[in-house]
């Protein structure tokens, strides 16, 4: 695949995804970037984020060029959509298609998306002036001028930093996600048995009543109470 910052041709990586779902991406050291296809970043494992924060880490030193105004989807070639979105309150931008093929996102985008990376405070952005008057967006890569603003010209994305002590929370929460997801519960298999009989024996009865309801209903409201009546009795 071609990078759609600077044509070159783009490295592959296959990462593991929820439901045992393999996540395929492409990336450009080049460019500092991913592109996902669809949706697939929001499906990464708690440990998949981790190993991408190996490879940005590993790939950090060069200064990039800043991309170009224009991106095209390296699937369709249509001009790929600057688009905002929000995460834990923290808001990170992206390029996507048009055409729903896919996402062009650079790693300090991805960095916010995945919350390791915070805008300056006033505070911290103050000291910065004190002793830097340039520096390079680390989004985009385009020249920032403090003395002007705080937030890139060229792609609007603040001036942010790595805080060690966000990094430290972010990490800590990632691979404590990841032991939850890949720790085997010995008696899962049994109590999803139990669960599924639960709620087979729930849609059995519907006519003794346990819907609280008199007359027709339909089958997805029939679920919604069977499901809560479920959960209800798994919670005491």
């Not at 592959?12 to 393999?22: A, I, N, V």
């Not at 499906?43 to 490879?55: A, H, N």
């Not at 519960?185 to 519907?206: C, G, I, S, W």
Request: glycine content about 8%.
């Amino acid at each position: 695949m071609q990078c759609p910052g600077c044509n070159h041709e783009m490295a592959s990586q296959t990462l593991e995804g929820h439901y045992d779902r393999p996540v395929g991406l492409d990336w450009c050291a080049g460019c500092g970037a991913f592109w996902f296809d669809t949706n697939e970043s929001i499906v990464l494992t708690p440990g998949s984020v981790l190993r991408l924060f190996t490879l940005i880490h590993e790939n950090r030193a060069e200064p990039r060029p800043p991309l170009p105004d224009t991106l095209a989807c390296p699937r369709c070639r249509v001009r790929l959509v600057r688009t905002a979105d929000s995460q834990r309150g923290t808001r990170f931008h992206y390029w996507r298609c048009p055409g729903e093929h896919g996402r062009f996102i650079t790693f300090a985008e991805f960095l916010r998306e995945k919350d390791f990376v915070r805008p300056l405070a006033p505070a911290e952005l103050a000291e910065l002036r004190r002793h830097v008057q340039m520096i390079q967006c680390s989004s985009c890569g385009a020249p920032v001028d403090l003395a002007e603003g705080s937030i890139c010209g060229h792609c609007r994305a603040p001036v942010s930093m790595l805080d060690p002590k966000q990094i430290e929370t972010v990490v800590r929460e990632l691979k404590q996600a990841e032991i939850r997801r890949t720790t085997e519960d010995p008696a899962l298999a049994a109590r999803l048995l139990m669960d599924r009989l639960k709620v087979d024996r729930l849609f059995r009865d519907r006519e003794s009543g346990w819907l609280g309801v008199s007359g027709p209903i339909g089958l997805v409201e029939a679920g919604i109470r069977a499901v809560a009546g479920l959960l209800a009795t798994l919670d005491r």
